[in-house]
């Protein structure tokens, strides 16, 4: 157990709806990454957020958006959702910090199917 | 920009066979090398590391040396275990700037008794 929550662990939906993931990250971490595990793009970083405030944009669409909360925990919010949209989303997190170079825990991940 | 290569699969070994998947990378600078293992249904664990060059990972038998000249970082184990099967991902982190991780496709594993 990496201490790295994500819920749900699995979700069904339609196409053109809109979902929202939640990360809580281990505790004393600041840094949260979302990732997209994809068969046709394989693991891709899409966001990072340090202490509220974002950091990092990797290869994430205009339709999805993140945030994270003074309490942490983060959500990955994905809109008009496509059936290309299917993919396994994980959270990670580490301690962050100026210069930091720190681990990144990994949640166990939700698998968004889109009908 | 920044780019690993990873032998693709799927590879299937007998038990106590030896191990190698090969991984290779393009990168600015000097960056940090990782292995991750993804056991069926679960999230991506660190298997080990190397943060610069000559740098040896290492952990549950499973070994990696960082070669800046080859711009390598290959997996090998001496003997796997049927409880080795998972999908292995090779990844680098920069050691500037950002600090995402860049994964190759991943290498399914499976060990046979």
């Known amino acids: 157990d990496s201490g790295v929550t994500q819920t749900p662990k699995h979700l069904i939906t339609a196409t053109g709806q809109r979902v929202t993931l939640r990360c809580s990250p281990r505790?004393?971490?600041?840094?949260v990454y979302w990732y997209q595990q994809s068969l046709d793009q394989g693991l891709q970083f899409l966001i990072q957020y340090y202490n509220g405030e974002e950091r990092a944009k990797g290869n994430i669409l205009e339709r999805f958006s993140a945030q994270q909360f003074p309490d942490l925990h983060s959500e990955l919010n994905l809109s008009s959702l496509e059936l290309g949209d299917s993919a396994l989303y994980f959270c990670?997190?580490?301690?962050?910090?100026?210069?930091?170079?720190?681990?990144?825990?990994f949640g166990p991940g939700t698998r968004l199917t889109v009908l | 920009g920044n780019s690993v290569t990873q032998m693709e699969g799927p590879v299937t070994l007998s038990e106590e066979a030896f191990l190698t998947i090969n991984c290779t990378y393009t990168a600015t600078g000097y960056p940090s090398l990782f292995w991750y293992v993804q056991y069926p249904g679960e999230g991506l664990q660190l298997l080990l590391k190397?943060?610069?060059?000559?740098d040896k990972g290492s952990n549950k038998g499973f070994e990696a040396t960082y070669r800046k000249e080859t711009t390598s970082f290959h997996l090998e184990k001496g003997s796997v275990q049927v409880s080795d099967s998972a999908v292995y991902f090779c990844a680098l982190r920069p050691n500037f700037g950002n600090e995402k991780l860049t994964f190759g496709t991943g290498t399914r594993l499976t060990i046979i008794p």
């Open positions: 190397a943060t610069k060059a000559d």
């Open positions: 505790s004393g971490d600041l840094s």
């Open positions: 990670a997190s580490s301690v962050g910090g100026a210069g930091g170079r720190n681990e990144q825990f």
